[in-house]
């Protein structure tokens, strides 16, 4: 297991990333798989790429709506 770690880590290109996701193993007590330290590796990706947004859990992305479900098609932009 310890190799297939170590091979995820390498196949990052930027070790920034790689360090950031150590800390966060680190400082949180975690156990990784290769599996799960791909996973982390894309969240912190996906974080980096959108900083202004408040990063939300899985289970919390499940309530998360599109826009256009408030829109309602039927109601009139500026009633007179």
Same mark, same amino acid.
């Given at each position: $297991?310890? +190799?297939? &770690?170590?091979?995820?880590?390498? *196949?990052? %290109? +930027?070790?920034? &990333?790689? +360090?950031?996701?150590?800390?966060?193993?680190?400082?949180?007590?975690l %156990? $990784? @798989?290769?599996?799960?330290?791909?996973?982390? &590796? *894309? %969240?912190?990706?996906?974080?980096?790429? @959108?900083?202004? &947004?408040?990063?939300?859990?899985?289970?919390? #992305?499940?309530?998360v709506?599109?826009?256009?479900?408030?829109? !309602?098609?039927?109601?009139e932009? !500026?009633? #007179?």
């Amino acid at each position: $297991m310890l +190799e297939g &770690l170590v091979r995820t880590a390498d *196949a990052v %290109k +930027e070790p920034a &990333l790689v +360090e950031r996701a150590a800390i966060l193993i680190e400082n949180h007590g975690l %156990k $990784m @798989t290769p599996q799960e330290l791909r996973r982390l &590796l *894309a %969240k912190l990706t996906a974080e980096r790429s @959108t900083p202004n &947004l408040v990063p939300l859990s899985d289970a919390t #992305s499940e309530f998360v709506r599109d826009p256009t479900y408030f829109i !309602n098609p039927n109601s009139e932009r !500026n009633p #007179s």
